[in-house]
């Protein structure tokens, strides 16, 4: 006998307990119970309690074996013979989950089907809906006028119940359901509004492939047929998706169906004017003409009784608050008394929109109410709080001192690593970014690191305080905090600690002698890590260690980031053969790549690339490229491998011949690596070369040709083609390509091939050799440190028009494919609906000149965006070819 499970409902309600039926059930004891379908005279109620286990089983990830499912299956179909209307659903709710195999199926198809023909309209809706779920298609075509009957049938149940079937059919046989759309059509104009609503997803679906009639669907219905508000609902989302549609064929002009939307806002169903109001919201480049009679109804809701309307009232004037601020600013006043409603969600939803919406006289009201606040809701709320109150402060500058002194008390309460990650965050973007918080914000971190239980934010401070602390105007005082650290802290900080004493003592010369001492003390450590720093430091500092010549070499030693990706310098390390040589870590590639090798997958699922000549551990792009091209006596000589790009496909998919092409960029040279693969077994291909047409590439000349000797059925090869260019210098221009071989016809049975070949080509597309290809994508890790070091005269600033775009993120993306740099710090994701944007960017152009760049986007009403481009780079004149790129771009 299962025991009953007792839980207390609520803590005033002691005596009061509830038991679950289903603890401690188990399958084997059920399955004895299912006998019961068998007996002569039924219990009805009893079996109903049996389907309800089994169904419990099933849902909770039971699975049962071929035989029990099938016991089971057949006892259920006896208890067709019940005339009870509660065990009949049940019934239909297990052969439904059962998913019958297509022999059982015949078994229980009858009986369905005469239920569907049945007097009772409950019958006839479960068993239209349990039918459609386990036949196939070929039993379908036999009851497909009866559910085009029950489409139109006056019953809404029945009606709503041959609907939703034919939603699902749709996934399995659309051609049947097709041929439906008359009486779904009819059935978009019922009275009943559970069967206007999935007619109208019915049809929707059925037409949702093709554009034009999905408008006209959209046109007929917004003039006033549609009742439901369900329906009317579903109507509004599918009026958006056209809006939008159409928005990117049409830039400019009035939007299309925007009045239904506007009339939608003035409905009797709330739904429908919450959903009015959030499609309006989410229109692309909404301006604030259009913006306000949304918003008048949504700060209608805030004040209602209704939490549920509260909520989503304030969450969709949070999002608009982020990109239209000044639109919700109305609604400052109903949104400050949400401040205290009992639902924590809608409490933080209303904080988070007024420290986006507010104004600077505001700050210190809001800052006292959310005092109380913070200490009632969860972490995952208090997170979204500190980011809104770090994007106030970052806008109103002068009020940081509030700020900072808010997220440093709540730094010292209680909470877990993401929520004190996030105020750590916070704290040290508005260092940065306002230069007066400095002092105070430092001295605030150094005092939460003396009592921090996370090893990560810990020497995330200690490298941060290490960067900034020398250069406030008292360093002194922060070398208490970390020398503290040493002692007190595991070994993990205490060499976080040892590193950031190093940097004191490097740039602080009155701090240096106290510098020695301690680190000298750290020479005791029982960690190996510690002492190791505390060695290399000290005779760094000393003048002794060979990290270089100068000052400026041992700074950037200690300062400098570290570029090389770790996946790079990884696989080189892997493919470091020992040698008299010392491995040089600045032949490591700096390219970031998001996979260690894209290569090409035929039919015969084998490599094109480098990876096909050469075995060992996956290599890194251009390490394992220079490898391949350095073993060719004719490329020898070109010098080192600057650049290799991403396969370009030559050829369409499941074409006889598989071509892509590589481009190798060199400071004089450009090497084309054509990667080939024959698809036709019974073709042997040999003297495998591309002839290329340099005709609109007027800066290259061919200077050699290495043709591919034999090229079997799925086993890939490769043949080069050399172009000398002007040294140094970007040339641009596109190939024309021909693939010409000897064709020699293979013998199935044996594998030989004949003697004799015919000579036949094969044309390519055509391959572009641009600005990007010159271009390394090298991130940084701190994007504004390596800014402000290097030299504002490079700097090179201009601004340019990019003309009518969709959204900024097109243009963004247009421009970084340009440049064919590194997007820094994820400022390459553009919110929706944003009006500005600034991007980072960085890498490394041939030559290798580093080069950081600043792209400011702004977009107007026409959907015109402006960019204002600012380049610094280790060389003016590449400043200014990147600014040339840009503009010819």
């Known amino acids: ?28 004891a059920v399955l004895q119970e299912a006998r019961v379908f068998h007996d002569p005279q039924l219990d009805a109620r009893r079996c109903c309690q049996v389907i309800t286990k089994l169904l419990y089983l099933l849902n909770q990830g039971d699975t049962f074996t071929k035989v029990e499912a099938t016991e089971v299956f057949f006892a259920t179909t006896k208890l067709f013979q019940s005339k009870d209307a509660g065990l009949r659903r049940m019934v239909y709710l297990m052969i439904k989950e059962l998913s019958p195999s297509a022999d059982e199926v015949i078994i229980v198809t009858s009986s369905l089907m005469k239920d569907m023909n049945s007097k009772t309209d409950m019958y006839r809706a479960n068993a239209i809906r349990v039918l459609c779920r386990i036949i196939d298609s070929t039993l379908l075509t036999q009851i497909e006028r009866y559910l085009k009957q029950a489409i139109v049938d006056k019953n809404p149940v029945v009606a709503s119940a041959a609907l939703v079937s034919g939603i699902y059919l749709l996934q399995t046989s659309p051609e049947v359901v097709k041929r439906w759309s008359n009486e779904v059509q009819e059935a978009v104009q019922s009275r009943a509004a559970l069967v206007q609503f999935h007619a109208l997803a019915l049809l929707h679906q059925i037409r949702q492939n093709d554009r034009l009639a999905v408008s006209k669907l959209v046109t007929s219905l917004t003039r006033g047929s549609v009742r439901s508000p369900l329906a009317q609902c579903l109507l509004i989302r599918y009026t958006s998706q056209v809006i939008r549609e ?25 739904m429908v004017i919450l959903e009015a109001a959030r499609a309006i919201t989410e229109l692309n480049g909404v301006t604030s003409r259009e913006l306000t ?18 909520f989503a009232a304030v969450r969709t004037l949070n999002k608009v608050a982020s990109t239209h601020p000044l639109a919700v600013t109305n609604c400052n006043i109903d949104m400050e008394s949400l401040i205290s409603d009992q639902n924590r969600s809608i409490a933080t939803l209303a904080i988070t929109t007024l420290l986006k919406t507010g104004n600077e006289s505001s700050v210190d009201r809001l800052m006292k109410q959310m005092t109380n606040f913070m200490s009632d809701i969860a972490d995952e709320f208090k997170i979204v709080v500190v980011e809104a109150i770090r994007s106030l402060c970052l806008k109103f500058p002068l009020k940081y001192r509030s700020l900072m002194n808010f997220l440093s008390n709540i730094l010292r309460e209680e909470g877990g690593f993401e929520y004190k990650k996030a105020i750590v965050d916070s704290i040290i973007i508005l260092i940065r970014d306002i230069p007066d918080a400095k002092e105070s914000g430092l001295f605030h971190l150094c005092e939460f690191i003396e009592d921090c239980e996370f090893t990560y934010l810990s020497t995330q401070i200690l490298h941060f305080l290490g960067n900034e602390g020398p250069k406030t105007s008292d360093p002194s005082k922060y070398i208490r905090y970390i020398y503290n650290r040493v002692i007190l802290e595991n070994a993990t900080v205490r060499a976080s600690a040892v590193s950031t004493l190093a940097k004191f003592g490097a740039l602080v010369d009155s701090l240096k002698p106290r510098i020695f001492v301690l680190l000298r003390r750290c020479l005791f450590d029982g960690d190996d890590e510690v002492r190791d720093r505390a060695t290399l430091y000290l005779k760094l500092l000393d003048g002794e260690a060979t990290v270089g010549e100068t000052e400026k070499d041992v700074n950037e030693f200690l300062f400098g980031s570290f570029d090389i990706p770790l996946v790079n310098l990884e696989a080189s390390l892997r493919n470091y053969e020992p040698s008299e040589a010392p491995f040089d870590i600045s032949s490591v590639s700096l390219e970031t790549k ?37 073993s060719i006596p004719e490329f020898a000589g070109f010098g080192k491998l600057f650049k290799s790009s991403a396969p370009v496909e030559l050829t369409e998919a499941e074409t006889e011949y598989s071509v892509n092409a590589v481009k190798h960029i060199y400071d004089g040279h450009v090497v084309l690596q054509y990667n080939c693969t024959n698809t036709i077994p019974e073709q042997l291909l040999e003297e495998v070369v591309v002839f290329v047409d340099a005709s609109e590439a007027d800066e290259f000349s061919e200077v050699a040709s290495k043709p591919l000797r034999s090229l079997p059925y799925d086993s890939p090869g ?20 021909l693939l010409k071989f000897i064709v020699k016809e293979v013998d199935p049975s044996t594998g030989e091939a004949d003697d004799d070949g015919v000579e036949d080509e094969y044309q390519l597309e055509d391959l572009e050799i641009a600005y990007a290809d010159y271009m390394l994508k090298v ?24 003309g009518v775009r969709e959204s900024l993120a097109e243009a963004v993306g247009a421009v970084i494919s340009i440049l064919g740099m590194q997007p820094c710090e994820g400022t390459d994701v553009i919110p929706s609906n944003s009006r500005s944007h600034t991007c980072l960017l960085s890498g490394v152009f041939i030559g290798n000149v580093k080069v950081l760049v600043r792209l400011s986007f702004g977009i107007s009403g026409p959907k015109e965006v402006a960019m204002k481009l600012a380049v610094r780079s280790d060389d003016p004149e590449i400043s200014d070819k990147i600014h040339e790129i840009v503009a010819n771009g």
């Open 779 to 802: 991130g940084v890790s701190n994007f504004r440190n390596a800014w402000e070091s290097m030299d504002p005269e490079s700097e090179r600033v201009d601004e340019y028009g990019l």
């Open 293 to 310: 009679p949304a918003i008048t109804v949504l700060q209608l809701f805030l004040s209602s009784s209704k939490p549920v309307l509260r």
């Open 1 to 28: 006998m299962a025991q009953p499970l007792v839980v207390k409902k609520d803590d005033d309600l002691d005596e009061e307990e509830y038991y679950s039926p289903f603890l401690g059930i188990e399958k084997g």
């Open 594 to 630: 998001s996979q260690p090798l894209a290569e090409k997958k035929t039919t015969g699922k084998k490599p094109t690339g480098p990876a096909s000549a050469l075995s060992g551990p996956v290599p890194i792009v251009d390490a394992s490229y220079e490898k391949l091209l350095s």
């Open 718 to 737: 490769q043949t080069f083609v050399a172009f000398e260019k002007p040294e140094g210098i970007p040339a641009t221009g596109k190939f024309s390509n």
């Open 246 to 270: 159409s928005s990117m064929n049409n830039q400019g002009g009035d939007r299309p169906f925007f009045d239904f939307l506007e009339s939608c806002l003035r409905n009797k169903a709330e």
